[in-house]
């Protein structure tokens, strides 16, 4: 994934955009940037590998070195940015956030028409540059970035900040990452996460649509293209990766993360009758409210029978190496013996897609003496990986736990009867959660339902883009 935060102000922004833009760290691990633009100075830029030290640290500097009062900052887990470019439309900084599938044949077609890339990312070239080279072949901004968008297979919100000292924000064609715009007294600010902009002292201005593009300066916002009808926002900005004050399309993360959890209780209702359950848990972090929604539906007690310790595993460290990855993960692990050692535990999860670390905290249940783990997805089975962000992103479909698990029960012949699989109450259902179940130990395995989870996020199904699951555009 990835966030971005820009402002544009009276007064110097560069402060409201390295906190800003530190508080959307939870979105990528790679790279962070900050460009800024000075009436006097011009566009200055600074890049840093964030891999293995937080934002914060690497761009305090930064607050001193350079200054400006419209400014814009990144956290991406996939290339650096901001860049810089220079074009016939001007001069201005872009950062990105989505993904680009068919980057390889726009990068032809750029290059049969006389451009040329700079920056690369390994052997890859930059998605940003490639963004930008799009938008430059057009006269103006905002035909610019309808292009990109329109030829990308993908998706791309985008922020630039131009040498007028302006933003131009632009949310992708269909809306699938949220775009907010703040406002304060000084001026406006445009981000990812809601929360991150209110902790500054703006308050809500508007949510850009689908597809809308807005010219931000620090004493107005002019809409410069309209929002399109289709709009497919994420749903896993609720369940998994949006930050827990956050709200899209007015629908706070905790909130429906809570109310999921109640919803889940509620269609397990005839299991928790059955099952002498002693705390109800969740996996931390983003399956913690959840777990709780769901305790306090079936009334069985909430506990965290182990702590993720974080002070010194920060999520931002994370080696390469599959098994050292692992290895990492149970190291975070702090049990509450108390909480396991002859328990029957049920924990909830905000999402299973491969299921390796899963099975490593099941594991280290039983060696503490657990009697019991019984597992609860928060989400539908994952059927698919992500083509349009970089959640559940993997080499293929037959990483995912569910598909494995179907294709060892039936074959070429099981992606004919998804939907079947999907539900617990036909025989295929049943056979892939039980299989499950003796592959990681699960006591029992069920998941949210797409109408459960549809309800709790409670905005129309038809904007909510659930292909992870269903397969369907």
Not at 62 to 87: F, H, K, W, Y
Not at 200 to 217: C, M, P, R, T
Not at 327 to 344: N, Q, S, T, Y
């Amino acid at each position: 994934m990835g966030g971005f935060f820009g402002s544009v102000k009276r007064t110097d922004a560069l402060f409201d955009v390295f906190i800003g833009t530190d508080y959307h760290s939870h979105l990528g691990t790679k790279r962070g940037g900050i460009a800024a633009y000075d009436p006097v100075i011009g566009l200055q830029r600074e890049i840093h590998n964030i891999e293995n030290a937080p934002f914060r640290t690497k761009f305090e500097r930064t607050l001193s070195e350079m200054r400006g009062n419209a400014a814009i900052g990144c956290i991406s887990d996939t290339d650096p940015q901001p860049l810089l470019m220079v074009s016939k439309l001007g001069k201005y900084a872009i950062c990105t956030i989505g993904i680009v599938n068919n980057a390889e044949a726009l990068m032809k077609t750029v290059l049969a028409r006389g451009g040329y890339f700079d920056a690369m990312t390994g052997s890859k070239v930059n998605s940003n540059e490639l963004i930008a080279a799009l938008i430059n072949t057009k006269d103006d901004y905002v035909e610019g970035i309808r292009y990109a968008q329109d030829v990308i297979e993908g998706t791309a919100s985008i922020l630039l900040l131009t040498d007028r000292g302006t933003l131009i924000a632009a949310r992708d064609k269909l809306g699938r990452l949220p775009v907010l715009i703040g406002k304060s007294n000084e001026g406006f600010c445009v981000s990812f996460e809601s929360f991150a902009y209110k902790k500054l002292g703006y308050v809500d201005y508007k949510e850009l649509g689908a597809g809308e593009i807005a010219e931000i300066s620090a004493d107005c916002v002019t809409q410069l293209s309209p929002p399109h009808k289709e709009m497919r926002i994420c749903a896993f900005l609720w369940t998994y990766y949006g930050y827990p004050t956050s709200s899209y399309e007015g629908v706070n993360v905790e909130v429906m993360r809570t109310r999921n959890g109640e919803i889940l209780a509620r269609n397990d209702s005839a299991f928790h009758d059955s099952y002498d359950i002693d705390y109800v848990g969740g996996v931390p972090d983003s399956g913690t409210p959840h777990a709780i929604g769901y305790a306090n539906a079936c009334k069985v007690p909430f506990a965290r029978p182990y702590i993720k310790y974080t002070p010194t595993w920060a999520r931002s460290f994370m080696p390469v190496n599959q098994a050292d990855r692992n290895r990492v993960a149970k190291m975070k692990l702090i049990p509450v013996h108390e909480l396991i050692d002859g328990k029957r535990l049920l924990l909830v999860d905000d999402s299973i897609v491969r299921g390796t670390q899963l099975r490593e905290t099941v594991e280290f249940l039983y060696s503490h003496g657990a009697k019991a783990v019984h597992m609860r997805s928060a989400c539908p089975p994952i059927m698919y990986g992500c083509k349009y962000l970089n959640f559940s992103r993997s080499s293929g479909d037959m990483d995912l736990i569910t598909r494995r698990t179907m294709a060892e029960l039936e074959g070429d012949e099981a992606i004919n009867h998804l939907e079947e699989y999907c539900s617990s109450d036909t025989p295929r259902g049943r056979a892939m959660r039980t299989s499950i179940c003796k592959k990681f130990g699960f006591e029992s395995l069920e998941f949210q339902s797409l109408e459960g989870l549809i309800e709790a996020i409670g905005i129309e199904p038809c904007k909510l883009c659930t292909y992870c699951w269903t397969g369907r555009e």
